[in-house]
């Protein structure tokens, strides 16, 4: 018994001399960091430091947090892969003012230059600022042109489809001796000035298409290729010798149009004519052949189109026995 109250007489006087060993601030602080009755916070000790709400500041630095975002004058792109709405962390404090993502404004067709065009067509502005301009060739596709704009002396192709032309005039073309194609597809063209194609002497390619043409004017003897489908051409609207002096036309494109009879006429060097989806019900004798001629071929015109048509080609067999093919339509 005397041992054991011995030993604990050591034990405590040694704790009270380690204590007193330490120096006062120590003391102080380590009586501070005792919990205490009524604390709401559990002390976590973090080696030599104590984490609290008094220095969570000093333990763990937020004062570069911007730092590690930093993306210049712009603004991440941000590219949502999932319809969970996404969590923003930002730091309780920072020092860096919002930063304004730049904007990215939407690119849009000019138009200043096409109303120029719309309102002023032959006073010499710069077309090729507007169309594109390739050595002899024009492009002015799809930019809402309501006529024919300045064209420069040296263009030999003109291309301007899919616009709101409506009219064709004397003037659009005058001076214009190099042309060798035109093509108007897709606009709303209903009249042609019946000299607006006559001088043009090196025409070879006039393309008409998907218009709203009711008749044809006077056209050049040069040309090779004539598409006027897709419109409103009526028999009436085609002169009656229209195509005899065109000595050099191969295709003839008429087809979808209110046509109630075969043009012609038709040149010898004809190669094609498509005719179908007309009003078309009879045929004349010499319209492809010519009667007094039976030992004539008309080996050349190989391609006869008149399907979608009334006509019932079995009625007439003299109008194509000097045809290589027979034409292609209802034959019952």
């Known amino acids: 018994m005397r041992l054991l109250a011995f030993l604990s007489l050591l034990a405590l006087v040694l704790q009270e001399s380690g204590t007193a060993s330490l120096p006062r601030k120590e003391r102080k602080r380590r009586e501070e960091q005792m919990p205490r009755e009524g604390d709401s916070f559990e002390v976590l000790p973090l080696g030599n430091d104590v984490l609290n709400p008094d220095n969570y500041g000093d333990v763990i630095d937020l004062s570069n947090y911007e730092e590690l975002t930093d993306y210049g004058d712009q603004l991440p792109e941000v590219k949502v892969t999932s319809f969970t709405p996404a969590t923003r962390i930002s730091p309780t404090k920072s020092t860096t003012a919002p930063r304004t993502p730049s904007s990215n404004p939407t690119m849009t067709r000019p138009t200043t230059a096409r109303l120029l065009l719309s309102s002023q067509p032959n006073h010499g502005l710069p077309t090729c600022l507007v169309c594109v301009c390739l050595g002899s060739s024009v492009y002015c596709d799809d930019i809402d042109l309501e006529d024919i704009p300045p064209l420069p002396r040296r263009t ?64 050049p003897s040069g040309i090779e290729i004539l598409d006027v489908r ?29 046509l109630d009879s075969i043009p012609g006429p038709l040149p010898l060097s004809l190669r094609s004519v498509h005719l179908q989806n007309n009003l078309i019900e009879t045929m004349q004798r010499d319209v492809f052949c010519d009667p007094e001629e039976h030992k004539h071929t008309r080996r050349q015109l190989e391609d006869i189109r008149l399907d979608g048509n009334p006509i019932n080609l079995s009625l007439f067999p003299s109008s194509y026995f000097c045809l290589p093919r027979l034409p292609i339509g209802r034959f019952t």
Do not use: C, W
């Open 156 to 219: 030999a192709y003109l291309y301007a489809r899919f616009n709101r032309i409506s009219r064709i005039r004397v003037e659009d073309f005058e001076g214009l001796t190099k042309l060798k194609r035109i093509d108007l597809s897709s606009n709303l063209i209903s009249s042609i000035d019946n000299d607006a194609f006559r001088l043009l002497h090196a025409l070879q390619d006039l393309i008409l298409p998907e218009n709203q043409l009711e008749a044809l004017p006077v056209l």
């Open 230 to 258: 897709q419109n409103r051409l009526r028999s009436s609207g085609i002169q009656p010798v229209a195509f005899r002096a065109m000595e050099k036309l191969q295709f003839l494109y008429l087809s979808d149009n209110l």
